[in-house]
């Protein structure tokens, strides 16, 4: 269903979308218990790395970063 409502989104011309897709995972669930950020609680599963890929994403389009700060490096 989610991505027959993405595919209907994106023919609509009035509807602008990014790229990224954040997917839910039981890890959303355990972050919101554990009062974590899905990111903190658990980096390496689908939710947090759509999260991160979006955050870029839209850093980049607004132009708010360079290349090398959507690497993690500090």
């Known amino acids: 269903v989610n991505l027959q409502g993405i595919e209907y989104l994106k023919k609509q011309r009035k ?3 990014l790229e990224s ?3 839910w995972t039981a890890k ?3 972050s919101t218990f554990a009062c ?3 990111t ?3 980096p390496r599963c689908g939710a947090a790395r759509g999260y991160k890929a979006f955050a870029n994403e ?3 389009l607004i132009g708010d970063v360079s ?3 959507t690497k993690g490096e500090k």
């Open 15 to 17: 509807y602008w979308l």
């Open 21 to 23: 897709v954040i997917n």
């Open 28 to 30: 959303v669930d355990e």
């Open 36 to 38: 974590l950020p899905v």
């Open 40 to 42: 903190v609680h658990s």
């Open 58 to 60: 839209y850093l980049h």
């Open 67 to 69: 290349e090398s700060n």
